[in-house]
């Protein structure tokens, strides 16, 4: 049974740096053949896509974020971490990790997704 749970901080400061990490049990994220997408919900808005990572390593981003964003594998401890940079209240939200087999960029509907997480709720705030 493939099971993906998000964790970070919870709290950040503006300006910082928020790292969030998925553990995938089930399947591996380098041999699987999935591609391992972040999305996230900020409060009384739609979710919007994050980016994502293949199973090759190959990294997508929303264009709006892909300069404050990095989303990487740990392969020894089966994880999918996303970095964002410069934090500001407006990346407040929930976040989820959710695999697909296909790559569609920008994918939002849970429907595409074979795996959704929980989510991590992220507050930036000084």
């Known amino acids: 049974q493939v099971q993906l749970q998000e964790s970070g901080p919870g709290l950040v400061k503006p300006s910082q740096t928020l790292s969030l990490t998925c553990t995938v049990s089930?399947?591996?994220?380098?041999?699987?053949?999935?591609?391992w997408a972040w999305i996230r919900q900020p409060p009384g808005k739609a979710l919007e896509w994050v980016g994502v990572i293949g199973y090759s390593g190959s990294t997508y981003y929303s264009p709006s974020l892909k300069s404050r964003t990095s989303i990487f594998r740990d392969t020894s401890r089966n994880q999918i971490t996303l970095q964002l940079l410069s934090v500001t209240p407006e990346d407040t939200g929930v976040y989820y990790c959710?695999?697909?087999?296909?790559?569609?960029?920008?994918?939002?509907?849970?429907?595409?997704?074979?795996?959704w997480g929980q989510g991590t709720q992220v507050t930036v705030s000084s």
């Open positions: 089930g399947v591996s994220v380098q041999t699987g053949w999935h591609y």
């Open positions: 959710a695999a697909s087999k296909t790559l569609i960029l920008g994918a939002t509907d849970k429907n595409v997704y074979d795996f």
